[in-house]
């Protein structure tokens, strides 16, 4: 892959979860709700489970429920697919070496592996050796090993502040 095909595929992966918060914004609209259940009104079994959410979307908390799991859908899927990105392009294009002396990398590469892990901090041996860390004001500590990483510890706009540096480094730092 070449540089620009990987900003081409970040900036990708930004618009995707736009999408999903868009998204969850139009499914927080009450006024919204005769219009989507109009269209939730399928027909057949391969459409039942569109009902289903038609059914959903009709109660508050399930609705809130259910919006919540596809924002950490989202925020998952993005902050996974970035790093993935980065990391498999600095280690095919012999820039490894440059990605591990990121003050960021380590720390992405954590919450990377939380959101993998049921959004729980598992911390192996190597791992534990380069604790505490800490981003933008944001730590992570001996003590979470084991924890759930709460979406108030690390929100949809440290996110995009992650983004950001991995763009910036990709742009600006490597070949």
């Not at 709700?33 to 009709?58: H, M, P, S, T, W």
């Not at 990605?99 to 892990?117: D, G, M, P, V």
């Not at 108030?152 to 742009?171: A, G, P, R």
Request: with cysteine.
């Amino acid at each position: 892959m070449q540089k620009r095909q990987l900003i081409n595929k970040m900036i990708n992966t930004k618009v995707n979860l736009c999408f999903v918060l868009t998204s969850i914004a139009l499914l927080s609209i009450p006024e919204n709700q005769d219009f989507l259940n109009e269209r939730f009104n399928a027909k057949g079994k391969d459409l039942e489970l569109c009902n289903y959410v038609g059914e959903i979307l009709k109660n508050d908390e399930a609705r809130d429920t259910h919006i919540k799991q596809f924002l950490l859908m989202g925020l998952r899927t993005f902050h996974k697919e970035l790093f993935e990105m980065v990391n498999k392009y600095c280690d095919n294009t012999n820039q490894k070496n440059l990605l591990k002396k990121e003050e960021w990398y380590h720390f992405a590469r954590l919450i990377r592996n939380c959101l993998s892990h049921d959004n729980k901090f598992i911390f192996g041996k190597f791992d534990k050796s380069l604790l505490p860390l800490s981003w933008n004001g944001k730590n992570i500590t001996i003590d979470m090993d084991g924890k759930v990483l709460m979406v108030s510890e690390y929100d949809i706009s440290d996110h995009f502040k992650m983004y950001d540096e991995m763009f910036n480094f990709i742009k600006n730092k490597l070949n």
